[in-house]
């Protein structure tokens, strides 16, 4: 007498596990292109990351401009001369008030990092230019002193100041 197991694998339940395999692998292929596209573009979290700057090869009186963003940012070694002319300036009498200290990072005096976007019509002032030593935008007349503080022009307030830190006395991060 020979017995016969009902639990034999048998062709057909072969073909359903291989055609079930299959759909599930399908199915995985096309959901994940719609999931990885809803993700920001590498250059996108590229663009927005933060970037250290190396302050060293920047001379006493030299500017910088890096980007961020896609703004530019001036960075500035200034002299004590602008600095001590920057401090000299009555806040009353400026349009957008404020301290030279509340511009810059305290034992850092020396260091100014200002977006270098005009604030009237978003030209690029430049620097170095101007009855002040700072900044002159070219387009309107806006001129900034060596504290990126409006001083004249159409402008209605200073150049902002982007988000930084000092990560070491000679270097910097923005963003």
């Given amino acids: 007498m020979t017995t016969t197991s009902s639990a034999q694998h048998t062709r057909r339940d072969f073909l359903y596990v291989a055609t079930g395999a299959v759909a599930a692998v399908g199915a995985a292929a096309a959901v994940w292109p719609l999931i990885s596209q809803m993700n920001p573009d590498a ?3 590229a663009a927005g990351a933060p970037i250290e700057v190396d302050l060293t090869p920047i001379a006493e ?3 910088i401009k890096v980007f961020w963003r896609g703004k530019p940012i001036f960075i500035s070694h200034r002299t004590k001369k602008q600095i001590e002319d920057a401090r ?3 806040v009353s009498s400026l349009p957008d008030p404020q ?7 305290e034992g ?3 260091w100014l990092v200002v977006i270098g976007i005009c604030t009237h ?3 690029i002032p430049i620097a170095h230019e ?8 070219p387009c309107h007349g806006s001129v ?3 504290s990126g503080r409006i001083r004249q022009g159409p402008a209605p307030s200073n150049l902002p100041i982007p988000p930084y830190a000092f990560v070491s006395d000679s270097k910097i991060k923005i963003g």
């Fill in 121 to 123: 019509l978003g030209c």
């Fill in 61 to 63: 009186g030299q500017d």
């Fill in 43 to 45: 250059s996108t979290i």
């Fill in 144 to 146: 900034y002193d060596t």
């Fill in 130 to 137: 101007g009855a002040y030593d700072g900044f002159f935008c």
């Fill in 108 to 110: 850092h005096d020396q």
């Fill in 99 to 105: 301290t030279d200290q509340a511009r810059v990072k």
């Fill in 88 to 90: 000299a300036v009555p």
